[in-house]
């Protein structure tokens, strides 16, 4: 049985923001940071939370703040980052900008540990989503290998690795929903009522 003691949260809240512009982390909805609700939906299931952002300004949430390992290299760097960090030997990953996740999506990932998957991720709207997942330790070794070669695709790190999906009930995935820029989060607001 897998204990939250087994598992690290890890919010990666790095990279460029160019198509918003500013850090998606800091983003409002519902009277709260997306980051917040990143930390909110990881707390009940996890021992320990981690960002991974240069952004000094993510200190005061509580949570360690950590700095990517390698600069510029995407999210496969800031889940790399994050685990060598880990002391534990799961880790959900989440990035910061999916204010609508809650604890009992995630939970489905925990539910589906298994013996031999190293990635266990969501798939929601016909996407796989491998930053809404569970790694186990031992893909650290395979992405700092693919860092050291320049990828930079997450799917194809992924796909490196024994991966496991996991499909959301259709009326689930709006839980999904990734905001990338300022007009699909006034539809995000508009649409929820925020
Ligand atoms: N720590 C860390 N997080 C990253 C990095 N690149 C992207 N992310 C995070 O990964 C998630 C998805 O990022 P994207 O939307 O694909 O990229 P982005 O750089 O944030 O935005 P764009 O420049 O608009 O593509 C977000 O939560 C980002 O904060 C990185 O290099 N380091």
Not at 84 to 98: F, G, K, M, P, R
Request: charge should be neutral; proline fraction near 2%.
């Amino acid at each position: 049985m897998i204990d939250k003691k087994d598992i690290t949260g890890i919010i990666l809240a790095g990279g460029k923001s160019s198509r918003m512009g500013t850090d998606k982390g800091f983003l409002m909805l519902n009277g709260k940071t997306f980051i917040q609700h990143s930390i909110d939906a990881l707390n009940p299931l996890v021992s320990k939370i981690i960002i991974v952002s240069n952004n000094e300004d993510y200190n005061q949430f509580g949570a360690k703040r950590i700095n990517d390992v390698f600069e510029n290299s995407g999210p496969i760097a800031g889940i790399y980052s994050g685990l060598i960090q880990s002391e534990t030997a799961y880790n959900l990953v989440l990035s910061c900008d999916i204010p609508l996740i809650n604890s009992n999506v995630l939970k489905k990932l925990i539910d589906g540990i298994d013996n031999t998957s190293e990635v266990i991720q969501i798939e929601s709207n016909g996407k796989t989503m491998p930053l809404i997942a569970l790694y186990k330790n031992s893909c650290e070794h395979i992405f700092y290998e693919l860092l050291q070669k320049g990828e930079k695709r997450l799917q194809y790190a992924v796909s490196q690795c024994k991966v496991k999906t996991i499909t959301l009930d259709n009326k689930f995935d709006f839980l999904t929903t990734n905001v990338n820029t300022k007009e699909e989060l006034k539809e995000l607001k508009n649409a929820y009522n925020y």
